[in-house]
């Protein structure tokens, strides 16, 4: 009879247990998160299929309701942050003002002047045109004040960094779905980071943004993607460690037109393997995402201080991906801002977002006034 009660209580006590259980939307993001299955790393199966599979594979983790940081807005951060770039801008900006306020300006000095250029990562097309154009404009002026000097190298480093392009983010959700970034590169860049970064800059523009975890090589990466939204309020759909990437950019997207939020990330992974293998997952990637919405912007993240290397990574990037914007990171670490010229020589296609540091806010839209007026430092500075 005791028996029987003790029984009795134990199953009550169990059933009240199980109900109680919290559900997977309930569970902290990260550490914790339930593991998830294993995708097929095969070729992607039908659209049909693929969007059930999918959907089995990834998780959508919600951020948890904290205290959530308010980001400044994106407008003027370049203007804010140009302090960062004044290692460049001690070589670059202030070397030419030195060299070119000369008295005479002779042919050594005009090497001098190709080779501040060159250290600072210009190129050599670019630098030809650069001093070709400053000394047509020297022998036209004459004798120079301060103030000549700096407009007439304003001018040209303007027209070199390329004043008129199109540098515009497509962020905004069109044709009722979210706006879709995919974030490419190799690992190290600063890919996972600028995601973050720009997760945060659009929450303070005012859009809502879900990320996508689709570096599924590196577990640190979705835990650090993970730590960011939390602290915006940004979901992320993540995979298992070595998931499918697809799977788990296909069911980021899904989720991001589910919530109707403006703009979906996705970080994807940046493996130094053969171009065929880069070819495929991200062609994978992008043919997944692209049955459900566009695909806006491809950004490559590339590490400025890397030189000819990330010039060579740049190439085999744009080409097994259609690159609609560069974004170059560690501006601040390098004395070498002329890369920027460099890349988009090399791409054809627009710097339109900077790394300037490791802080939380440290991205900025780039803006080519801004940029040169940061290289050649205050007008005051120079003339001491
Ligand atoms: P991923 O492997 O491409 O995803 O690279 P991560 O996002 O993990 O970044 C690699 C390292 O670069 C981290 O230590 C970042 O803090 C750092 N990093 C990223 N962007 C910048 C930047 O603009 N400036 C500096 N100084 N460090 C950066």
Not at 323 to 341: F, P
């Amino acid at each position: 009879m005791i028996l029987g009660v003790v029984l009795a209580l134990f199953v009550v006590a169990a059933v009240v247990a199980f109900v109680k259980a919290p559900t997977r939307r309930e569970l902290p993001p990260s550490g914790q998160s339930p593991s998830v299955e294993v995708p097929p790393t095969g070729e992607m199966a039908a659209p049909g299929e693929a969007a059930t599979d999918v959907a089995a594979t990834a998780t959508a983790t919600p951020s948890p309701v904290i205290d959530l940081d308010q980001p400044p807005p994106s407008a003027g951060r370049l203007v804010r942050l140009r302090s960062r770039l004044s290692r460049s801008q001690s070589t670059l900006g202030r070397g030419l003002l030195t060299l070119l306020a000369r008295d005479t300006i002779d042919e050594e000095t005009w090497e001098e002047v190709e080779d501040t250029l060159l250290t600072a990562d210009v190129g050599v097309s670019a630098t030809q045109q650069i001093v070709e154009a400053l000394r047509t404009q020297v022998k036209v002026l004459g004798a120079r004040t301060p103030d000549q000097v700096r407009t007439m190298l304003r001018d040209q480093l303007l027209v070199a960094v390329g004043a008129d392009g199109d540098r515009a983010l497509h962020t905004a959700p069109h044709d009722g779905r979210p706006a879709v970034l995919l974030m490419v590169g190799v690992n190290g860049t600063g890919k996972t980071t600028t995601c973050g970064k720009l997760a945060r800059a659009l929450v303070g523009d005012g859009r809502t943004v879900l990320l996508g975890a689709a570096d599924t090589f590196r577990a640190a990466a979705a835990d650090q993607l993970a730590t960011w939204g939390a602290r915006v309020g940004a979901d992320v759909v993540r995979g298992d460690e070595g998931a499918d990437p697809a799977s788990v950019a296909f069911e980021a997207v899904k989720s991001g037109v589910e919530q109707k939020v403006d703009t979906v990330l996705i970080d994807t992974a940046g493996r130094l393997h053969t171009k065929q293998g880069l070819m495929d997952e991200l062609g994978k990637v992008k043919r997944v995402v692209e049955r459900q919405a566009e695909v806006d912007e491809v950004l490559l993240v590339l590490d400025a201080t890397t030189g000819q290397n990330g010039l060579i990574q740049a190439r085999v990037f744009s080409e097994v991906v259609d690159v609609t914007g560069i974004v170059l990171t560690k501006l601040d670490g390098t004395a070498k801002g002329g890369i920027v010229i460099a890349v988009q020589r090399e791409l054809g296609v627009p710097v339109k977002l900077i790394g300037l540091g490791e802080g939380p806010d440290d991205l900025a839209p780039f803006e080519p006034d801004a940029f040169v007026d940061a290289l050649l430092g205050e007008p005051m500075e120079v003339a001491q």
